[in-house]
């Protein structure tokens, strides 16, 4: 017998035993209390998948947990420490949510039991759900690179988690010296985002183009490939020659320890002197989703490919960056979308009726300069237990494609930008 349904004739049993149920509306007195889910994290999977929920129910219990009352999207950020416009455009706050009577409740979760399904909030509250489900994203892991640490980030910012540290980097930027070095250290794979780091790196350009000319940057990367390289690279030669150098991992790009109060950046055979340093460390499933071992050790969580229930417990679902998803990269468009199939299948558990696996989407949007963009289009589909990526699906920006169709897919992002926070916060 589930939880919920052992409740349902709990609660039952209590009014009968009372004599309540002949007080009440024949109605009220055979209607089951309403599922309660819980879900731990406001960003792209948690807050889609709040209003998902309700979208579809509008009696559902939804709590929705997450410490900051201002959710600021690390999709768009990049624009903001170009300086293209403020952080406040990239801001949401949860008034939709509280709207439609989503219980959201700004509190740090400090733990959580995964066999009761249970979160305890700091200041000791402990609320327990039918379904519990984590979308808390990723944490930086300080201890990848030698040196790092929140104290060293404040000189060297990450500006991974959007906010604070994006502001941070801004101002650095606006205030380094025409001729200054800009280093952007990536991580190893995987991490949130595979393109941003080289998006970063281009508005960034665009920055120092019209501002301070003489300056360039230096990405020092983990790895020996990335995403969209090609298109990267060749937007880079048209826009930005000379201006952005990229040091692969086995040509000694990979950073290994940093000295922030020198501003030196170490790789095995090179240091470099910075005068603004973007270190981005490595990442694994946010803490809340570890300490409760729904990672088994690895550091991020393994799921069932169709619903997002953790591997490890019944009745938990893990939601985007914190997730295993197969061949899904991590990023907000996919967590959106795992929202909406993890839905599904929470609301088919409720109904008590089979479910069949949404077929998922992927579109990452990438800009060299404002008005120059270029995108991949990758469909997913569940198979052989995994998420695979489907390849009649699958659509990326040809090279050598005209302005007018890097301008066009400009404002595509924009108007996928404004469509996918509008699903998320009204
Ligand atoms: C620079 C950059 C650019 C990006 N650009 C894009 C892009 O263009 N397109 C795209 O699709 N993706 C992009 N991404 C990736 C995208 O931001 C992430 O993949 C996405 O945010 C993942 O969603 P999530 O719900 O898993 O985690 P998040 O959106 O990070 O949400 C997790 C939430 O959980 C909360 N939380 C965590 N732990 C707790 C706790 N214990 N108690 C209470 N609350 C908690 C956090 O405060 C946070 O609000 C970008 C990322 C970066 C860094």
């Not at 995987?190 to 019209?210: D, M, N, T, V, W």
């Not at 040509?251 to 790789?267: C, D, I, Q």
Request: aromatic share 10%; proline share 6%; glycine share 10%.
């Amino acid at each position: 017998m589930s939880g919920l349904t052992r409740r349902r004739l709990l609660l039952g049993g209590g009014l009968a035993a009372t004599g309540a149920l002949a007080l009440l509306p024949w109605r009220a007195a055979f209607a089951a209390p309403a599922a309660r889910v819980g879900i731990v994290g406001g960003g792209f999977g948690g807050a889609s998948l709040a209003r998902y929920l309700r979208r579809h129910d509008p009696k559902l219990s939804i709590t929705l947990i997450e410490r900051e009352a201002t959710y600021v999207t690390c999709p768009f950020s990049n624009g903001v420490i170009a300086g293209l416009y403020p952080l406040k455009d990239v801001s949401f706050g949860y008034g939709a949510l509280h709207a439609a009577t989503i219980d959201t409740i700004h509190a740090e979760a400090l733990r959580l039991d995964p066999v009761r399904k249970s979160v305890t909030l700091a200041g000791g509250k402990t609320l327990q759900f039918d379904f519990l489900v984590l979308a808390p994203g990723i944490d930086l892991m300080w201890e990848s690179i030698e040196g790092y640490s929140p104290k060293a980030a404040e000189q060297m910012p990450h500006a991974w988690k959007a906010g604070a540290q994006t502001q941070l980097l801004r101002r650095q930027i606006e205030a380094m010296p025409n001729g200054g070095l800009l280093v952007i250290a990536v991580p190893p794979m995987p991490y949130r985002c595979p393109p941003g780091p080289y998006e970063r790196a281009s508005l960034i350009a665009h920055y120092f183009k019209q501002n301070k000319p003489e300056s360039k940057i230096i990405i020092l990367d983990s790895s020996d490939a990335f995403i969209k390289q090609e298109l990267f690279m060749e937007a880079w030669n048209r826009l930005y020659p000379g201006m952005i150098e990229w040091i692969p991992g086995s040509k000694s790009g990979k950073v290994l320890r940093v000295e922030a109060n020198t501003m030196k950046v170490f790789t095995g055979f090179d240091d470099y002197k910075a005068a603004v340093a973007n270190i981005i460390p490595a990442q694994r499933a946010a803490k809340i989703a570890v300490d409760a071992g729904l990672d088994e050790g690895t550091g991020y969580c393994a799921i069932d490919p169709a619903s997002f229930e953790s591997r490890r417990h019944r009745g938990v679902y893990v939601l985007g960056d914190a997730a295993i998803a197969g061949e899904m990269p991590k990023s907000g468009f996919s967590a959106n979308n795992q929202a909406k199939a993890c839905g599904r299948a929470i609301l088919a558990a409720i109904a008590a009726k089979p479910f069949v696996p949404a077929k998922l989407l992927n579109i990452c949007y990438s800009f060299a300069k404002p008005d120059y963009a270029f995108s991949i289009v990758d469909g997913f589909e569940v198979k052989n237990g995994t998420i695979q990526l489907s390849f009649s699906d699958h659509r990326t920006t040809p090279l050598d494609a005209g302005d007018e169709e890097h301008r066009l897919e400009a404002e595509s992002a924009h108007s996928w930008y404004a469509n996918i926070t509008a699903d998320m916060f009204g």
